[in-house]
C-alpha cells in the first residue's frame, strides 16, 4: 500500500500546479485620499457651484457663503484706513513746512508786499523832499512839512516789518514746534498702520466667503445644499483627489519577508481588467513587535503586516473595491 501511495504522488507530481506550493497571495481593498472642503467660518450657503462627479481644478470656486456682512465691515475698514493715510499726509506736510520755514508761493507773496512797500517809500523820501524845500522858501506851511514826515516815517516803517517778516518766514520752526510735529506724523502713522490691518483682515474674512478647491479631483459628495447654514469647519463638498490609487492588503508573518519596497504586485478584481499591478511602497510597523517578544510558531503564523502599494496606471477599480493580490514571478 505504501509503494502504491508513494507512485500515486510521484505521478500527481508531474501535473502542473500540482506537487508545488501554490504562489502567495492576499485579500485587500482600494483607498483614495479624500480632500475636505470647509469655511472657515459659519454662515448661510449662498451658491454650491459644483455637483457631484464634477471634475475640478485646483483653485476653482466650490461654494460661497453669505458675505453681506464681511462686506459691510470690508467698506468700513478701508475708509478708516484711507481716513488714517490722509492724516499722516497733512502731518507730514505740517511738519516739512515747519522744518523749512514758509512755501515759495508764501515767500513770493511777502517779497511781492515788500517789493511795493519800498516803492512807497522811494515816493514818500521824494515827497518829503520838495516839501522840505518848499518849506525852507516859506511857500508851504509847516504842517504840509509835518504831513509829509509822517508819511515818510509810515512808509520806512512798513518796509522794516515787512523785511522782518520775510526773514522769519525763511527761517525753521523753533525746536518744540517740529518736536510736536513730528510726534503728531509718529501717531498718525501708528493709526494708519492699524487701519490697514484692520482692513487687511476684513479683506481675508470677506475672501474667506469664497471657497476654492484646495487640490483637483472629482467632486466626490455634497453635504450641504444652497441656503442652509453651515458651521465653521464642517465639511461641505469632498473631493477625490487625483493621487494614484492606493492598494491596502495584508500579508502574514511567513511571507512578508518575500516582499520589498518597490516590488511590482499583481492586482485583481471582479470586473476589472487583466494585467493591473501596483508598486509596494509601505510596510506598517507592528507596534507589538517592539520591544521585541518571543512567539510560538503557531502565534507567529497569525500575525500579519499592513502593506501598501501604489497603482502603476489609472484603473477602473473604484475606492473601497475589494482586490486579491499576488506576487509576479
Request: aromatic share 6%; proline share 5%.
Amino acid at each position: 500500500m505504501d509503494q502504491v501511495f508513494a507512485w500515486l504522488m510521484g505521478l500527481l507530481s508531474f501535473i502542473p500546479g500540482l506537487g508545488h506550493d501554490a504562489p502567495p497571495s492576499w485579500n485587500g481593498y482600494a483607498e483614495l485620499d479624500y480632500v475636505y472642503a470647509a469655511a472657515p467660518a459659519g454662515g448661510t450657503i449662498e451658491t454650491i457651484a459644483v455637483t457631484e462627479g464634477d471634475t475640478v481644478a485646483k483653485g476653482d470656486v466650490l461654494f460661497t457663503l453669505d458675505a453681506s456682512i464681511q462686506q459691510a465691515q470690508y467698506e468700513a475698514a478701508v475708509a478708516r484706513a484711507n481716513a488714517a493715510r490722509a492724516q499722516v499726509a497733512a502731518a507730514e506736510a505740517t511738519l516739512a513746512n515747519l522744518r523749512t520755514g514758509a512755501r515759495p508761493e508764501e515767500l513770493q507773496v511777502t517779497q511781492a508786499t515788500l517789493a511795493q512797500a519800498e516803492a512807497n517809500l522811494a515816493l514818500a523820501q521824494q515827497t518829503f523832499s520838495r516839501t522840505q524845500d518848499l518849506f525852507a522858501g516859506g511857500n508851504v506851511p509847516r504842517s504840509q512839512l509835518d504831513q509829509a514826515q509822517a508819511g515818510l516815517d509810515a512808509a520806512n516803517a512798513s518796509v522794516l516789518q515787512l523785511k522782518a517778516q520775510l526773514a522769519v518766514a525763511q527761517l525753521p520752526a523753533r525746536n518744540d514746534q517740529i518736536a510736536a510735529a513730528s510726534a503728531t506724523v509718529a501717531a498718525a502713522e501708528s493709526t494708519a498702520a492699524a487701519a490697514s490691518a484692520d482692513a487687511a483682515n476684513a479683506q481675508a474674512a470677506l475672501d474667506n466667503r469664497t471657497i476654492a478647491a484646495p487640490e483637483a479631483g472629482r467632486i466626490e459628495r455634497l453635504y450641504y445644499s444652497d441656503g442652509e447654514v453651515a458651521g465653521a469647519g464642517t465639511p461641505v463638498v469632498s473631493i477625490a483627489g487625483d493621487g494614484a490609487l492606493r492598494i491596502k492588503f495584508y500579508v502574514n508573518e511567513a511571507d512578508r519577508p518575500a516582499l520589498h519596497l518597490g516590488d511590482v504586485i499583481a492586482v485583481t478584481c471582479d470586473g476589472c481588467a487583466t494585467g493591473l499591478t501596483a508598486k509596494v511602497n509601505h510596510f506598517a510597523s507592528d507596534p507589538q513587535f517592539t520591544p521585541p517578544i518571543i512567539y510560538s510558531r503557531d502565534e507567529r503564523s497569525r500575525l500579519v503586516f499592513l502593506t501598501e502599494a501604489v497603482m502603476t496606471e489609472q484603473t477602473g477599480i473604484l475606492p473601497g473595491q475589494p482586490v486579491s493580490i499576488g506576487r509576479i514571478e
